[in-house]
């Protein structure tokens, strides 16, 4: 059996959601998420005050939440253990 990669990734978005205190997803996190993740996950970004993220200045992506998102609980449990404060 086995998780479905196709389903997982960016945009996917699931029931237990991290927030990572930051505006990038570190991609040591998503290797992780690949390699240790017993459902779905998925990472997405929500911009400040829900206006459209690509603006026309130079920082745009730092106008944005970034987040990682798992369908199972434990997974998202383990997730912020391991990487509370290493982002």
Same mark, same amino acid.
């Given at each position: 059996? @086995?998780?479905?990669? /196709? /389903? =997982?990734?960016?945009?996917?978005? $699931?029931? #237990? ?5 930051? #505006? @990038? ?11 240790? =993740?017993? !459902? ?9 005050? !829900?206006?459209?993220? #690509? @603006? ?5 992506? /730092?106008?944005?939440?970034?987040? =990682?998102? $798992? ?7 383990? $997730? ?8």
């Amino acid at each position: 059996m @086995g998780i479905h990669h /196709e /389903e =997982c990734g960016y945009n996917a978005r $699931f029931k #237990y959601s991290v927030p990572l205190h930051s #505006y @990038g997803v570190n991609p040591a996190m998503i290797d992780w998420m690949a390699e240790h =993740c017993k !459902g779905k996950y998925g990472w997405h970004f929500n911009p400040h005050n !829900g206006s459209y993220p #690509y @603006g026309t200045s130079d920082n745009w992506y /730092e106008h944005q939440d970034a987040f =990682c998102s $798992f369908s199972h609980k434990r997974d998202a449990i383990i $997730f912020s253990l391991t990487w509370s404060g290493m982002q």
